[in-house]
DNA sequence: CTGAAAGCGCTTACAG
DNA sequence: CTGAAAGCGCTTACAG
């Protein structure tokens, strides 16, 4: 059935242990001999088994990764980096999520035990970081995507979320605005505090709601702050999720943005290009941070040590209507 | 290093074919003897090499899916489909892209003809299908997700484009529409067509404008019919994202929705509910299509004949403020 | 009920 | 420059 390297060997008349050699590159082989081996490899359409490779290397060329969930909307972004980049280094990527619990986790780290991949690709650990210690202790590489919490113990690939807050200030300040209203996240996250801090750092406030990145929690603040007449003239929502909340608050409140009130999200996922209006936002940067947690990764397993203290890579304003 | 069959069986003092039988329920093992081989699996913490069973067995208990971008609204949705049948059948997902074009295509049929995986999901092949197709003659399982053609040669999950069509028409008609104008997507797109012909059905038309499932295609859409006087009470776009450009065109223009002109797209991406006003538009099921395919591809992997005919999957009217 | 041995398809010392 | 042989960690007839 499938051609294997014994069919390549017979009929180039070599021996395996040749054919091996001109696969990988290794060792002296002789020119004609070489020649001939790769023609008979091109005719009869060989290609190495992958688990035998594998079995006899001791690696499968394989990546995993491990996500919460696969459908947030920046999700894409940070798969399709890292794909790319574990594909152009001819590794293949096994995906696992852990939506399903514990049951989840159990079936994830049974296929890491059995060897099916040489490091792992790990987004927001949620409950699975006990685990992943002892895995990461037992020598498998692995690299964090993560903002949410500081696990000095890992590599990981974060953005600059304080910085991307004082940004935001930067720019409301440099409209006018002095009275602002923050709508965070779960307090717990660290990318929650870092915004709040960056923000606060540029434009004091006292006037801060603490939310949970849906939608409701942005429409909410904001309908409540204006029930109770208190005075604001922007809005800082910790992702673009709740800003729209908040856009869509002010609208039934017949409050004109900008005008009136003017509105900075966070995270520049699809949605915030089409929202009323178009939403300003702190672009964080997905897909780089896919494609960085992912090189680091090769490059470790390519036998390079990788930086301990997290690589930082920076957000960016994008400058839309709500907050021009 | 790693713990190995080898060493459960000198400690359990049994042979690796007894280990083995015990790890598959395979063949009749004494109930003391496969209790003392349960309990020094356990304690060893041992888990079968992945590689290794795979090369023994003729099989990777792995799937593979190809996508054409990760980045797309809808991937998500379909890709958490796949991932949890695909888990808790105890496979594995191996997942490629073909956006880097003829590289990607060559890559992925290597780790295919490398026996890496068993079997194969496809979501909308577009320059792959000779590929594909020479694969699945010479014996691979593969199931399609594709709307965009037809491929009667392969087993295919799709959904009802036709009677989507139809039922934004007679959503439409309830409503007192009578004047509609359809913004397609590429005409080239079975899906396309099917949607385009359902809704004429219901409600004839001849101002139809053959987009490109872009923003751009259905905000100059209208801008152009406007600025023509031409006369049209309704907008039907085959996405949601052309529909999100019909909004902003019409706001733009100060023409009220859905009072003036009632809007309808098809998809319902996440973005739907967060345009301004909310969008009516007809659900793919994609969660749904991604398990469906999965399960039939399993079920093939498993012995059992999969259906010929592309299994199709209702589509569901949402209704929102854009067409009450 | 249990085990010795061959085999899955490769790689890699080792020897020449 | 080339090959015979052992080994990677399993499964599976075959034999008892």
């Known amino acids: 059935m ?17 054919v091996s ?12 001999t070489a020649a001939r081996v790769r023609e ?20 499968s060329r394989t990546v995993g990764m491990l996500v919460p969930s696969l459908a947030w909307p920046w999700m894409g972004e940070v798969l399709q980096g890292v794909v790319d980049t574990v594909e152009a280094a001819d590794y293949g ?62 590599p ?19 409209a006018g605005r002095t009275r602002p209203l ?11 505090r870092d915004r709040l801090d960056g923000f606060r750092s540029v434009l004091p406030t006292d006037l801060v709601v ?9 429409r909410l603040a904001v309908e409540r702050l204006l029930a109770a007449g208190t005075e604001f003239d922007a809005v800082f929502a910790h992702n673009d999720i709740s800003a729209a909340g908040a856009l869509r608050a002010l609208r039934a409140a017949g409050r004109p943005v900008p005008d009136d009130i003017a509105v900075v999200g966070f995270d520049d996922i699809p949605m915030a290009e089409h929202t009323e209006p178009p939403l300003t936002t702190v672009r964080q940067p997905t897909r780089r941070m896919g494609e960085t947690a992912a090189r680091m990764l090769l490059d470790r397993l390519g036998g ?18 709500s907050a021009p």
Chains 1, 2 share one sequence.
Request: aromatic residues 4%; contains cysteine; hydrophobic residues 40%.
């Open 182 to 192: 923050v709508v965070t996240g779960p307090p717990a996250f660290g990318c929650v």
């Open 156 to 174: 990981s690939v974060v953005t600059t979320n304080r910085e991307g807050g004082a940004s935001a200030a930067r720019h409301l300040l440099a």
């Open 21 to 32: 050699r001109v696969l990988n590159g290794k060792g002296e082989v002789g020119g004609v």
């Open 93 to 154: 990527l096994l995906l696992f999520t852990c939506n399903r619990g514990a049951e989840s986790v159990e079936r994830f780290t049974g296929q890491v035990s059995a060897g099916a991949v040489d490091g792992l690709l790990v987004v927001e650990p949620e409950n699975t970081l006990d685990r992943l210690t002892a895995l990461y202790r037992g020598g498998l590489p692995i690299v964090l995507i993560d903002d949410r919490g500081q696990h000095p113990a890992f």
């Open 40 to 59: 008979v490899i091109a005719r009869l359409g060989y290609v190495p088994s992958s688990g035998a490779v594998g079995l006899a290397r001791g690696s």
């Open 2 to 18: 499938r051609v294997t390297i014994a069919d390549v060997a017979r009929v180039a008349d070599v021996s395996k242990t040749t």
């Open 304 to 321: 390079a040590t990788v930086p301990d203290a997290p690589v930082v890579l920076p957000t960016e304003l994008v400058v839309r209507h």
């Open 210 to 218: 603490h939310g949970d990145f849906t939608e409701g929690c942005g």
